[in-house]
Nanobody, 124 residues
Framework: QVQLVESGGGLAQAGGSLRLSCAAS????????MGWYRQAPGKQRDLVAH???????NYADSVKGRFTISRDNAKNTLYLQMNSLKHEDTAVYFC??????????????????WGQGTQVTVSS
């Protein structure tokens, strides 16, 4: 299996910054796409940003220009640098990865993995 663990969430003031990390582990052959999603109370889970294995990025309009997604393929780690935080950014942030993994028997299969989430709270 592929496991994702988020870290770096916490409290920040409006206008402040936080950096989220997502460490992936397991029998990973590839992480074709990695992304950050967020879910606020009473809201659906929405995409914040995506990054492909080649480094192409996409951002939700609400965070474009403020957030930066990046990845360190050597460390199997995903990052989200969040600057100019707004109260509206308050949510649980989830890490996601889609790729291929090696099974116990040595076979290759596709996977979709999710982390447990990390809380980001921005004061107004």
């Amino acid at each position: 299996q592929v496991q994702l663990v988020e870290s770096g969430g916490g409290l920040a003031q409006a206008g402040g910054s936080l950096r989220l990390s997502c460490a992936a582990s397991g029998s990973i052959l590839s992480m074709h796409v990695m992304g950050w999603y967020r879910q606020a109370p009473g809201k659906q889970r929405d995409l914040v940003a995506h990054i492909t294995s080649g480094g192409s990025t996409n951002y939700a309009d609400s965070v474009k220009g403020r957030f930066t997604i990046s990845r360190d393929n050597a460390k199997n780690t995903l990052y989200l640098q969040m600057n100019s935080l707004k109260h509206e950014d308050t949510a649980v942030y989830f890490c996601n990865a889609v790729g291929q993994m090696r099974t116990r028997l040595g076979w290759t299969k596709d996977y979709t993995a999710w982390g447990q989430g990390t809380q980001v709270t921005v004061s107004s």
